[in-house]
Nanobody, 123 residues
Framework: HVQLVESGGGSVQAGGTLRLGCAAS????????MAWFRQAPGKEREGVAA????????RYADSVAGRFTLAQDNAKKTLYLQMNDLKPEDTAMHYC?????????????????WGQGTQVTVS
């Protein structure tokens, strides 16, 4: 079983930056892939960015490519999402997720473990 705890959300003005963190604990074989998703009120949960922790390859949604960057701190077992040039349309609850393997990297249905979420608001 994997536990995920997000941190770093908040409110910023358009053009600002935030860094989200996701601390993972539990069985490492269950978390080869980690990702960030977001969900705005009335909208479906969408994949933002994902990473294979052993191979280090990443994937980003077109809407955030060039603005958001993933980074991992293996010693702290933490995945970070650096968000630059934030836009009002980035406003959403952001969730960290993990899975062992299989399924599309940015598909919510492929992930087994989820954090509680952290709110990002851009005005």
């Amino acid at each position: 079983h994997v536990q995920l705890v997000e941190s770093g959300g908040g409110s910023v003005q358009a053009g600002g930056t935030l860094r989200l963190g996701c601390a993972a604990s539990g069985h490492s074989d269950s978390s080869y892939f980690m990702a960030w998703f977001r969900q705005a009120p009335g909208k479906e949960r969408e994949g933002v960015a994902a990473i294979h922790l052993r191979g280090h390859f990443t994937r980003y949604a077109d809407s955030v490519a060039g603005r958001f960057t993933l980074a991992q701190d293996n010693a702290k077992k933490t995945l970070y999402l650096q968000m630059n040039d934030l836009k009002p349309e980035d406003t959403a609850m952001h969730y960290c997720a993990a899975k062992g393997g299989g399924g599309a990297l940015l598909s919510a249905s492929a992930y087994n473990y989820w954090g509680q979420g952290t709110q990002v608001t851009v005005s």
